[in-house]
């Protein structure tokens, strides 16, 4: 029988009770450590539908969205509460539309929790892009209730609606899913990569979270891990399971990924001297712990907040309390039980980085928002960990820009030769496939000693900036020094690579023509001396690429002869020229 033919409100709600929930791991980018499961609906194609969507837009047509959800969420619940998994969260979907259903009433998830003794921070509620901000007032008003009454938000399928950045600044979310379609062979394809990488960073900034949807391959993880995303999903960790003994607390096939991740250097770790240990409180505490802990700790001027998992929750500052803490009866009222005594009220988010993101971008993150905060926590597989403050920001800040001006171009500012040879060594550690290019303008020299050394700077300094305006910023751009650059990409195709490097070498020589007079241009060519004194004709500038691919099967010892004879014939074509190394 198919609920779709159903009338009788009865009958309909027998049905629903076949349904069944399965669980989909979401785990730790780095550990493989289980974070959450996400309930997904199982056996509506025997109520006679065909998606997930058909069910709810028959139940929403026939106003019995939310009596049905509300089954289905205790029955999630239900389920959830036999994981016998310490500090696992569940995601539950929320379809937006129960705010438009006549038996609406807030109040009633908070009851099924307590009848199954679930805490609310164990729910998730996971919200679409698709229709949601048709009622932007009211949607505010229900996310605003349900993350007052201790409940997290996710926005699911991040980046496949129309109004996800208005959502995403709206309903102050604690996740963001990345959608699979962006997931789906990001390793590949340098677009989805950026845009990945941007929304990762802005929000970091924002004190979110990122899970990636649909992970199937190991070069996905990889290049998710790449972009500091922080918690996975997908077949690659474990398919969803009706089963709930399949789950696990630890997929081990995560962290030996990590462990055989050689790819990142230590060099961009912050060092544990510039980190300190502020003494947090646990959100359950009271008013009273609160006044209690600036009197044992009278030079700290605010206390992190953590929950039971030691996870950062926020920041209370001394300031913000110090009119009810220094009046006559604070005391007497924080002991008071029927006063208001938890510390919710006074929380305020606060600025956070994962210790493995590294120097560069927790002074990009402070850089961002540090007018709001007097420095930066700092947390470990999502655990509170410690604090920078702003003088050691600015140390580490200083100790860094020594090390990159060290290790760059004077002319340029790009990397030098210490990160070509890091990244080469590097390539031939890893076990996927990773090009390098080699740039050699052509007929540089006479055109220096014809236009002179201020035009030949400037004609770097145009390639210069069309490598890093043109290549994704993932890309290590270095300059060897004169007319010499080089490229290392990762996680790209070599057809990929080959079409990039060729745009390049005609993008190049389009703007270097400005730098010449116009008989010149008109001529195609310049004449002056060679190295030998004769005049003769000279091209106008080019560059000539020599690509060479290094997979699992090369041999280190063979770069140094394959680059000789390969930059050399490159010299002859007008194309990148490209090769691989091989045993």
Not at 49 to 76: C, G, H, M, Q, S
Not at 186 to 201: A, E, G, H, P
Not at 331 to 351: C, E
């Amino acid at each position: 029988m198919s609920i779709a033919k159903l009338d009788k409100e009865k009958e309909l709600l027998l049905l629903i009770d076949k349904l069944d929930y399965a669980f989909q791991p979401i785990v730790n980018t780095r550990t493989g450590k289980i974070y959450a499961v996400e309930a997904l609906i199982r056996g509506y194609q025997n109520l006679g539908f065909k998606t997930i969507p058909d069910l709810f837009d028959n139940l929403f047509d026939k106003e019995l969205l939310y009596k049905v959800d509300l089954i289905l969420r205790k029955k999630a619940f239900k389920k959830f509460n036999h994981i016998k998994i310490y500090n696992l969260k569940l995601f539950y979907n929320l379809d937006n539309r129960l705010l438009y259903m006549p038996d609406f009433k807030e109040g009633n998830t908070s009851l099924i929790l307590k009848e199954l003794n679930i805490k609310e921070e164990s729910i998730c509620f996971e919200i679409t892009e698709n229709g949601t901000m048709q009622n932007k007032l009211m949607i505010n008003k229900i996310l605003n209730n349900y993350k007052n009454e201790g409940f997290h938000i996710a926005i699911d399928d991040f980046g496949t609606g129309i109004s996800g950045l208005e959502l995403l600044y709206l309903s102050e979310a604690h996740f963001i899913k990345l959608d699979r379609f962006f997931i789906r062979n990001i390793n590949k394809d340098s677009r989805k990569k950026l845009f990945c990488s941007s929304i990762v960073d802005m929000a970091h900034v924002m004190g979110i979270k990122v899970i990636a949807e649909g992970i199937e391959d190991i070069g996905e993880y990889y290049t998710c891990k790449d972009i500091d995303i922080d918690f996975i999903q997908g077949f690659l960790i474990a398919r969803p399971t009706l089963n709930i003994a399949e789950i696990k607390d630890s997929y081990e096939n995560v962290p030996n990924l990590f462990k055989n991740d050689k790819r990142k250097s230590n060099n961009n770790l912050i060092d544990k001297t510039y980190i300190q240990y502020i003494e947090p409180l646990n959100i359950n505490s009271t008013l009273h712990d609160l006044f209690l802990y600036f009197k044992e700790f009278p030079t700290n001027t605010f206390v992190p907040i953590t929950d039971e998992n030691s996870a950062l929750v926020g920041v209370i500052y001394e300031v913000d309390i110090k009119k009810l803490s220094y009046s006559q009866y604070g005391m007497s009222l924080a002991q008071n039980k029927s006063f208001r005594s938890k510390l919710s009220t006074y929380i305020r988010s606060s600025l956070s980085i994962e210790v493995s993101w590294g120097i560069d971008k927790t002074l990009e993150m402070f850089n961002l928002r540090g007018n709001e905060s007097k420095g930066i926590f700092v947390t470990k597989d999502n655990c509170y960990l410690g604090f920078i403050n702003v003088n050691n920001l600015l140390s580490l800040s200083y100790k860094r820009n020594i090390e990159i001006a060290q290790n760059q171009n004077p002319l340029t500012k790009l990397p030098g030769n210490n990160q070509i040879d890091k990244f080469i060594q590097d390539s031939f550690k890893e076990n996927q496939k990773t090009h390098i290019v080699y740039f050699d303008f052509n007929d540089f020299k006479p055109f220096n000693d014809y236009y002179g050394f201020r035009q030949g700077d400037r004609a770097i300094l145009i390639f210069s900036e069309l490598l890093q305006k043109e290549l994704n910023k993932s890309s290590l751009i270095a300059h060897i020094g004169g007319d010499d650059f080089f490229v290392g990409f990762r996680n790209l195709d070599y057809k990929e690579v080959y079409e990039q490097i060729n745009e390049i070498q005609i993008l190049f020589k389009n703007s270097v023509s400005s730098l010449y007079n116009d008989e010149d241009i008109e001529n195609g060519y310049i004449k002056t001396k060679d190295r030998f004194g004769e005049i003769r004709e000279f091209d106008l500038l080019s560059v000539s690429s020599a690509i060479i691919e290094i997979n699992q099967n090369s041999n280190s010892k063979n770069l140094d002869t394959i680059l000789g004879k390969i930059k050399k014939a490159s010299k002859q074509m007008k194309n990148p020229l490209g090769i691989s190394i091989l045993l």
